[in-house]
T-cell receptor
């Protein structure tokens, strides 16, 4: 059973465009994290959201945690080739120690 | 540079070989993890060590054998693997094995089993 579903699975856009990727679940999470993974590297943490409805901004990236803490979105404004990579969301539950559940990722390609 | 290193970065082995993957963290963390990342599948948690004690084993076949000699080092010993075991193996560490602790990942070992 896939607890965290990410969409779209693949996204190819031109430099300068905006995009949104989604992470959805039927489960409630205590926190949700977004990672970016570049080819040949491990995932690198971008942000952690913990409060329902929370919005965090990291330069051109805006992250939102759903009010019910079951879903999240990542919006990128004016995408750049350096944003290319695999975006992973991961949910954690305070009843589950350090075991996070990962989504299957969105592969983003930003063309110059 | 996340403070977690893995060696080797690439490994090709036959099904009868024995090899080991190494992970080292320089962050002073108490928990270390092994994950398997296959194409088009979510990261699969394999093992977790907390304070050098194995606290999680996610039904991983016995051909994978972890070892944690101290809180900074983690090994994954491989024996009699199958082609479907080919994947990126990621090591991670966190301050403790708590839900709120951030996990820091190494660059991974790309394993190919022939």
């Amino acid at each position: 059973t896939q607890l965290l579903e990410q969409s779209p699975q693949f996204l190819s856009i031109q430099e300068g465009e905006n995009l949104t990727v989604y992470c959805n679940s039927s489960s409630v999470f205590s926190s949700l994290q977004w990672y970016r993974q570049e080819p040949g590297e491990g995932p690198v943490l971008l942000v952690t959201v913990v409060t329902g409805g929370e919005v965090k901004k990291l330069k051109r990236l805006t992250f939102q945690f759903g009010d019910a803490r079951k879903d999240s979105s990542l919006h990128i404004t004016a995408a750049q080739p350096g944003d290319t990579g695999l975006y992973l969301c991961a949910g954690a539950k305070n009843t589950n120690a350090g075991k996070s559940t990962f989504g299957d990722g969105t592969t983003l390609t930003v063309k110059p | 540079e996340t403070g977690v290193t893995q060696t080797p970065r690439h490994l090709v082995m036959g099904m009868t070989n024995k090899k080991s993957l190494k992970c080292e963290q320089h962050l002073g963390h108490n928990a270390m993890y092994w994950y398997k990342q296959s194409a088009k599948k979510p990261l699969e948690l394999m093992f977790v060590y907390s304070l050098e004690e194995r606290v999680e084993n996610n039904s991983v076949p016995s051909r994978f054998s972890p070892e944690c000699p101290n809180s900074s080092h983690l090994f994954l010993h491989l024996h009699t693997l199958q082609p479907e075991d080919s994947a990126l193996y990621l090591c991670a560490s966190s301050q403790d094995f708590q839900w709120a602790d951030t996990q820091y990942f190494g660059p991974g070992t790309r394993l190919t089993v022939l």
